[in-house]
């Protein structure tokens, strides 16, 4: 029976969306890591990404701009977030659309290092084949080029990841190992590292 179960990661990232944000927002749903709780991992504590700088907010600024600002300093100092991923979680809180978008223009953040924060978060917590991982990231509202540049320097080894994910499948249900390097290459892996993923588990 062809199982093409749906990644085992989504309830993982499900985790680390509310615990790095306090956000209402879900984690991604994407074909090569879409997901059920059930399939879950545990969630890695967030990489502390500071920003470069801590510009304060200009003279012009109103007091919710000011504050707003603050508050993204504050998240971008623990946990990677996009632009406009920061712009919902400030509005999240509370703030107006003009307060969040003024502190995410003005926080100093660097975006690729925020995706490369993202990215090494997400594979210290589970198995991300490279296209997997950058449509998570381009889910979490990374452009296309900083999800790129996260997956591409996070220092995964693609194998392992497949190692990883194999022995995930493999610890919630039976496959044959065909079915398995499948389940891989669904998920985004190379023909290659699903062949190296299965090895790893036994086949």
């Known amino acids: 029976m062809n199982k093409k179960l749906l990644s085992i990661s989504a309830a993982a990232l499900i985790a680390l969306s509310l615990s790095a944000c306090g956000s209402s927002t879900p984690a991604a749903s994407t074909p090569s890591q879409d997901t059920t709780a059930a399939q879950s991992g545990t969630t890695a504590p967030a990489a502390s990404t500071p920003a470069e700088t801590t510009p304060a907010a200009d003279s012009s600024a109103t007091l919710g701009e000011k504050n707003a600002l603050k508050s993204a300093q504050n998240y971008i100092s623990t946990s990677g977030f996009s632009h406009d991923g920061l712009v919902q979680q400030l509005e999240f809180e509370g703030y107006s ?67 990883r994910s194999a022995q995930s499948y493999m610890d919630m249900s039976s496959f044959s190992r065909q079915g398995l390097i499948d389940q891989l290459t669904f998920d985004g892996y190379t023909a290659e590292q699903a062949a190296y993923g299965a090895k790893a588990v036994g086949y």
Do not use: H, I, P
């Not at 998570?136 to 509202?141: A, G, H, N, T």
């Open 97 to 163: 659309t003009e307060e969040a978008t003024y502190a995410a223009d003005n926080c100093g953040a660097d975006w690729n290092q925020m995706a490369l924060a993202s990215a090494k978060n997400y594979t210290d917590m589970s198995g991300f084949s490279r296209d997997g991982l950058v449509k998570q990231l381009q889910f979490e509202k990374y452009t296309d080029e900083q999800a790129a540049y996260g997956a591409d320097n996070c220092g995964a080894d693609w194998n392992e990841m497949a190692a």
